[in-house]
């Protein structure tokens, strides 16, 4: 979320939620489209492998209809890479003419053919792993420079940037190199750890071969840290959050616990899970999940068939119970009112 006023009614309506001990939706992600120009080798769904055709506009803009029935505040589209929608500047105009935000993850490749939609976005994120030979081992060759011409361009026309940087065993030693990355372009650093990866059915998870040993992700959250206790406004995640996948009780390739695994970590405190009750995200086929990360787990109710607002309603009664994944576990934070992440998200509005 960028908009200030938006977050002090976000603000209000989880406290409201809490008293009533109702569930109101304040984001969703909208997985518009499977389709990607990259092959990222992490990529934890293997989107350019999957066969789901792209959720079309009519049904996207009634799933943002229904959304913001239920009360939500910001849409985010994600992919794939969102811009290979063919409708993607009128979907952008339409959330924003309902009064929402609207923030969207790109690797900025077809970002320039859409500015006057993307000068209405809330928020770009723009993902970007390291200096140039690192960020292309793993994205592909001239990932870096689509990535940073984008950054550029989102910068001269002062549309509000992050950087989405996922931490994986190539980039560790990379972390303050994408500090300065971050500065120059006048954006936030969004750190990501890995998520395990889907065949194309999406039934089959693997453990990605860039995920690194338990030390190291350690060893680079430390740095983190210490980091974002120097610089506390560059970095989208609050310390909160990062202390949450450094203390993590199970390792890295354990991506989360459900309740009954809970027991095994006596000493654990996890941050209480909102995935489901404050967000959720619909993935290309229609299904709705408590979080991304559930992505596939398990048999989720189909937004493009059944009564949306009934879906909503089912998700919340879900297994999951802590995660270290840094988008959801900020968004957990949030929605359960940690001074730290509402501070946070306070003092990294206006960074440039
Ligand atoms: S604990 Fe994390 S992974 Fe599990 S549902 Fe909640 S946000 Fe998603």
Redesign the pocket.
């Known amino acids: 979320m960028s908009g200030l006023k938006e977050k002090v009614i976000g603000g209000f309506k989880i406290a409201k939620g809490k008293l009533l001990n109702r569930c109101s939706p304040l984001e969703i992600n909208i997985h518009i489209t499977d389709r990607c120009n990259l092959k990222c080798t992490y990529c934890y769904s293997n989107f350019y492998k999957r066969r789901n055709p792209d959720i079309s506009k009519e049904q996207i803009l009634k799933i943002v209809d229904a959304f913001k029935e239920l009360g939500v505040l910001e849409v985010s589209l994600i992919g794939g890479e969102p811009f290979l929608h063919p409708d993607i500047s009128e979907i952008i105009d339409y959330i924003k003419d309902n009064g929402l935000m609207c923030s969207m993850v790109t690797n900025g490749y077809f970002l320039h053919r859409h500015l006057a939609a993307v000068k209405r976005l809330n928020m770009v994120c723009v993902s970007l792993d390291g200096p140039r030979e690192i960020n292309d081992i793993t994205r592909g060759n001239g990932s870096f420079e689509h990535a940073v011409k984008a950054l550029e361009l989102l910068k001269d026309n002062n549309v509000n940037r992050s950087i989405r940087s996922t931490l994986q065993k190539n980039n560790l030693a990379y972390i303050e190199d994408m500090m300065a990355i971050a500065v120059k372009f006048g954006a936030i650093l969004n750190f990501g750890l890995l998520f395990p990866q889907s065949s194309e059915d999406g039934q089959v998870k693997t453990i990605s071969r860039d995920t690194p040993e338990d030390s190291s992700y350690r060893q680079a959250l430390k740095k983190i840290i210490e980091l974002k206790k120097k610089y506390p406004s560059r970095f989208f995640n609050s310390v909160a959050n990062f202390k949450n996948a450094y203390n993590w009780p199970a390792g890295y390739t354990k991506f989360?616990l459900y309740n009954d695994e809970l027991k095994d970590y006596p000493g654990f405190k996890p941050v209480p899970?909102y995935?489901?009750r404050t967000f959720a995200t619909v993935d290309t086929d229609g299904r709705l999940y408590?979080?991304t990360?559930?992505i596939g787990y398990y048999d989720a109710p189909n937004v493009l068939n059944t009564d949306i607002k009934k879906a909503w309603q089912s998700i919340k009664n879900?297994p999951?119970?802590?995660?270290f994944?840094l988008s959801?576990?900020e968004k957990?934070l949030v929605s359960s009112l940690s001074m730290d992440a509402i501070w946070n998200i306070l003092r990294s509005k206006g960074v440039r």
């Open positions: 989360f899970c995935g489901g408590p979080c990360n559930l879900h999951c119970k802590a995660c994944y959801s576990v957990n």
